[in-house]
């Protein structure tokens, strides 16, 4: 698991660069310090992008449970979901809008990005 980063994900932070430039979508950032840490920023629309990964954020498209320390994994998860929950809370309250997209939807590229495409 050390592995695993929590940055410059391909399967998530890389390939939504990826999809960001193929639509034609600019006004992004990325790392931006802001608690909460979303993985795009979009400051002239106050948008906040996620991009959650299945296993980490507990997608239920996998049904993955590692067999050892099987209570510490579901505990991980679940602290991780109701983390989401707060964070989004929090940008909303401030009047922002918060996108979050799981890892499999943007592996498929089956996510809708029309409140990020100019008009």
Known sequence: MRG????????????????????????????????G?????????KIAV???GCFWHGHNCRNLTPRQNEEFWRLKVERNRQRDIKITSIFEVRGWTVFRF?????????????GLQDK
């Open 4 to 35: 695993i980063k929590s940055k410059g994900n391909k399967s998530t932070e890389l390939k939504l660069i990826e999809i960001f430039k193929q639509r034609g979508i600019k006004g992004w950032r990325r790392n931006y310090h802001v608690i």
């Open 37 to 45: 840490k979303p993985d795009f920023v979009f400051l002239n629309k």
């Open 50 to 52: 996620f991009a959650d």
């Open 102 to 114: 799981w890892e499999c939807q943007i592996k498929k590229e089956d996510i809708d990005l029309c």
